[in-house]
């Protein structure tokens, strides 16, 4: 017994001789301590990390990182402005009438034929080092040493560094002219195909590799030396000149420039991760991406962590020095000039809910907290909302050094009806579409918008009256901007519409009292989401109910969600879409028919088509940025949307975002993508806050060994006593008088 406690008093004693004992919790390692390291965490495994594929936001965070697009945005600047990337300077456009020739910079759109985009690539950049480019020579001119492997060579390899070489080299056009013939690749399911197939020839040369595979001639699960394939559209007159040629005039197509659609992918990483027996060992593009940019991805544990280190070929950025007066006040211009990046690594780490990762931010262990993964708990004790609006943080948080920034996000949210269902689309007869239109308009009625953020989002959140947020052109506010079909005006203000007219729209569409008017049985609908049911699931469904309509959830993880929503296999989805680019076409293009998921893997989730919408959205995204007659165009597109309501308009997000005070160089920004070369990290601070949150409470410990220390010496005393004791004589009481027994 002693034994044990004294072990006991040694653990405490190496705990409290251990830094103060603040270690014992750390998950980190205690080397990483002083290294200049984000932490951060994703929830969900990244399905995709292969530029072409890749499109949500969880993703993008790791891939703006690792590959570097043409153009990008300026990270302090507000509008958002572009800038060169791995372009020297913006794109030199001319257009071309039918016979080629050149036409007036503003030339209407119906006499464009071809517009033609000029891009000059800088010189000296290079790869990150991959085994890919290792040749059997110092020179760079030898054989690649790992293009040609058996399985047996890949046995036991999991990752690039694996290889026991690697190598790099200079970009050229050509990895670029690369990564958008990967756009028509077979194998391949690029959710931006239908927009960039304006590329000319894009689409003879998918039909032309679908040809291939048919005839045996290549195999969409082997290597295609894309290299060998022409494409019209694409043209590199020399080793940094990229010539890009599309069909018409498309004005926004300069803001796809700064995705990760058009970012260079050198063929050697292609041809190495196509190998028979890399995909066993998770050796794909898919999660191991190749690029140029100021960070590369050093591990790769869908489980655990996913961690990004310096790229030591970067070709290297300073800091901006340009900024707006509350820039400079809020300290983003200290760094001025620095050399980028000015952090060592990111470390993302899984966290699945929401409490553990709010209780490892208040330890010091994450450096930042984004409202999306707020729960109401931590909402109350980081942030408080005073009478005159807007955001406060606590006392306590500011205690601790935390910061708040907020922002209303350039996006959506929204709950989409599934046009291709026949109860919820109507199929193809103009009565029961008519139906379904009413069904959906009283639907979105009864979804109070206003209520689900006051009880889930406590209050945060704009009401969307359609699909276009504030900030971007085409936004209007107040009663001249409301949804006219599930809102009113009432003395000045947009109020939801009374309960009744939606229930007067049901029984229009053949639901009285949510049962079918035929049939008399009650209507069920679907509700497809991802997670566990909930309390917002119960919510739901009593928005439902309020018209009599039955919602039956159907949840599952992300993956088998996305799954779901590709082939169509769905009613309602809660979505949200964050724009690419800050212009309403970024929305608008949601909604037309060729960008449909289910037949073309868009974006268009609602599977939504409507011809006039589609001509009028043609028009429109060939006009010029600055075009006066665009506004009246958007608003007739918007109207449309609001009368057919493919969607429920959700809200626009107030997101707002809590750092610790050791990290530096943030700022809200949705769009921009690359910021985490930005950031910086005091890293004395976090250990010094680290050690002073953490501290472990000993005393309650103490004092129980004490009592058992105490209550083991009495034990021991009243031991020794009974041992210590003689014993007394036994009379036998059968024995004879005068005998002893």
């Known amino acids: 017994m002693l034994r044990h406690v004294l072990a006991g008093l040694l653990a405490i004693a190496l705990i409290a001789c251990s830094r103060d004992g603040s270690d014992a919790n750390n ?14 965490f994703f929830s969900e495994r990244p399905k995709h990390l292969d530029p072409v594929q890749s499109y949500v936001e969880n993703e993008a965070d790791i891939l703006y990182q690792i590959y570097e697009p043409l153009y990008d945005y300026d990270f302090l600047k507000r509008p958002y402005a572009l800038k060169p990337q791995l372009a020297t300077a913006m794109p030199k456009v001319r257009y071309l009438d039918a016979r080629g020739r050149k036409l007036p910079d503003r030339a209407p759109a119906g006499r464009v034929a071809r517009t033609v985009y000029e891009i000059h690539i800088r010189e000296g950049v290079r790869f990150q080092p991959h ?43 050509e990895d670029f002219a690369y990564q958008i013939k990967r756009l028509a690749r ?5 959710p931006v195909f239908e927009t960039l197939k304006l590329i000319d020839g894009l689409e003879e040369l998918q039909a032309q590799l679908a040809t291939d595979v048919k005839q045996g001639k290549i195999s ?9 394939y022409p494409l019209r559209g694409v043209e590199t007159p020399d080793a940094h000149t990229l010539r890009i040629t599309l069909h018409g005039k498309y004005p926004q197509f300069v803001y796809w420039l700064t995705q990760t659609f058009v970012v ?30 100021p960070f590369m991805q050093a591990k790769h544990d869908a489980n655990r962590e996913i961690r990004l280190v310096r790229n030591p070929n970067w070709r290297g950025e300073t800091y901006p020095c340009e900024g707006s007066d509350a820039d400079r006040a809020a300290g983003l211009l200290k760094d001025c000039g620095q050399a980028l990046p000015l952090i060592d690594a990111i470390s993302l780490q899984k966290e699945s809910e929401a409490i553990p990762f709010w209780n490892k931010f208040l330890q010091g262990y994450y450096d930042q907290f984004n409202s999306a993964r707020m729960s109401l708990a931590s909402f109350d004790s980081a942030v408080s909302m005073p009478e005159r609006g807007g955001l406060d943080i606590t006392d306590d948080m500011q205690k601790r050094g935390i910061r708040l920034q907020t922002e209303v996000e350039p996006g959506v949210r929204y709950y989409a009806f599934n046009m291709l269902d026949p109860v919820l689309g109507g199929g193809e007869n103009a009565a029961s579409q008519e139906h379904a239109r009413k069904l959906r308009q009283a639907i979105s009625i009864a979804i109070d918008i206003e209520e689900q953020l006051a009880v889930f989002y406590n209050g945060l959140g704009m009401p969307a009256q359609g699909p276009i947020p504030p900030g971007i052109a085409g936004y209007r506010d107040g009663c001249a901007g409301r949804n006219t079909v599930v809102y009113d005006c009432v003395n000045g203000k947009v109020q939801r519409k009374d309960i009744a007219v939606a229930r007067k729209l049901l029984a229009e569409a053949g639901y009285p009292d949510g049962r079918d008017a035929k049939s008399g049985e009650p209507l069920i609908l679907y509700f497809d989401g991802v997670g566990s049911a909930g309390g917002r699931i119960d919510w739901l ?4 109910k309020k018209l009599g309509i039955q919602l039956v959830p159907r949840l599952t993880d992300f993956n088998r969600f996305q799954d779901k929503t590709r082939s169509g296999n769905f009613q309602i989805l809660f979505w949200g879409w964050g724009a690419d680019y800050p212009d309403p076409e970024n929305f608008l293009f949601l909604f037309y028919g060729k960008h449909a998921r289910s037949k073309y893997d868009g974006e268009n989730t609602a599977n939504y088509i409507n011809p006039e919408y589609d001509r009028l959205y043609v028009q429109l995204k060939a006009m010029d940025i600055d075009d006066p007659a665009r506004t009246a165009l958007i608003d007739r597109m918007v109207a449309m949307l609001r009368y057919d309501a493919p969607w429920v308009f959700g809200w626009h997000d107030e997101a707002f975002f809590l750092r610790h005070a050791w990290l530096q160089n943030t700022k809200p920004g949705r769009i921009i993508r690359s910021s985490r070369k930005y950031q910086r990290v005091d890293t004395a601070l976090r250990e010094q806050q680290r050690h002073a949150w953490n501290r472990p409470v000993l005393w ?17 005393r009243m031991v020794r006593r009974r041992e210590a004791r003689r014993a007394l004589p036994v009379v036998d009481t059968k024995a004879l008088p005068g005998e002893s027994s």
Do not use: C
């Open 186 to 190: 077979p194998g391949l399911q690029s």
């Open 264 to 293: 260079p992918v050198p063929w050697e990483a292609d041809r190495f991760f196509s190998q028979p027996g890399m995909k066993q060992n998770n050796l794909t593009l898919d999660v191991w991406p190749v690029g140029t940019g």
């Open 541 to 544: 469904a009593q928005q439902f």
């Open 700 to 716: 309650p410990a103490a004092v129980l060994i004490a009592l058992l220390l105490l209550g083991g010496w009495q034990m021991r």
């Open 27 to 40: 998950p980190y390692p205690a080397s990483d301590s002083s290294r200049r390291i984000v932490y951060d």
């Open 131 to 173: 085994p890919a480019f290792a040749r059997d020579d110092k020179g760079g001119d030898g054989h690649y040493l790992y293009h040609a492997l058996t399985p047996g060579d890949i046995a036991g390899k999991y990752m690039p560094s694996d290889f026991a070489q690697s190598a790099t080299r200079e970009l050229t056009a």
């Open 220 to 228: 969409p699960a082997g290597w295609i030396d894309l290299r060998k």
